[in-house]
């Protein structure tokens, strides 16, 4: 369980040495359907809940994740389907009073003509910038940690011809602070971001009856990046288990997979 919840923590892509001070107010994903040659603006609320000012550097950047847990933030253009290029940020530093928010306005200005139907998409980076403070201690500078938050910014263009492509690329039942629990590592192989929800329908492997239903949480996956999803079966008894895996997206989207299940809860 501890592992799930690092991995849930990294996926809303707050990642931090822990540090008090800069939150992100308005959420750390921002979507948007776009048609071509518009202009569409978003903000970026930002709190200072230290009482000492704080400045914050923004700055664009592309990344993807993959179901092994690995997140990668690089320059802009490494992933083809980046729109960073699109996004200018009324600012690229401010600084806050202790207890004091604000708001960076950004605009997205789309082409004239976007080649291919799909999602694209960057993260804005909010970073605090920290004062670089002598050291009593020895010779030269000491430099505190910071929290640092990654916002994605999606833009879903011509949707009606986009569609995602869930596959199972690795199903496994493994334990978890005691409970057993179902990893199931979908990919999307589409040109569209959606919202999956996986469940497991498991039957008994001799009668056909059902044992139930188990559903894992709902989350985001951009195209040609994947996430593992953990579904609890701790209640369903050991034994061998015939079993139907589904990937269920926002749209109704379904895409299934029969598999063998052993459940081993001793």
Known sequence: MIKRILFLITMILQFSILHAGIVVLNGLTHSYKVENGQVYKGKIAIENTGANPQSVKLFLQDFTYHADGTINYAALHTQKRTNGDWIKLNTNLVTLKGKEKTEVFYEITIPDQVIDPGSYWSVIIVEPVDDIKP?????????????????????????EKAKPDLTFENIKVEKEEGKQTVKIAIANHGNLY????????IYNRKSGEKIGTFSSLTMGLLPSTSKTFYIDISKVPSAQYKATVIATDEDENAFALNVELEVKND
């Open 135 to 159: 050291s009593d201690k020895q010779p030269g500078v000491s430099i505190t940690s910071v929290i640092r938050y990654a916002i994605q910014v999606i833009t879903d263009y011509d949707t």
């Open 194 to 201: 959606c919202k999956p929800t996986a469940s497991i329908e």
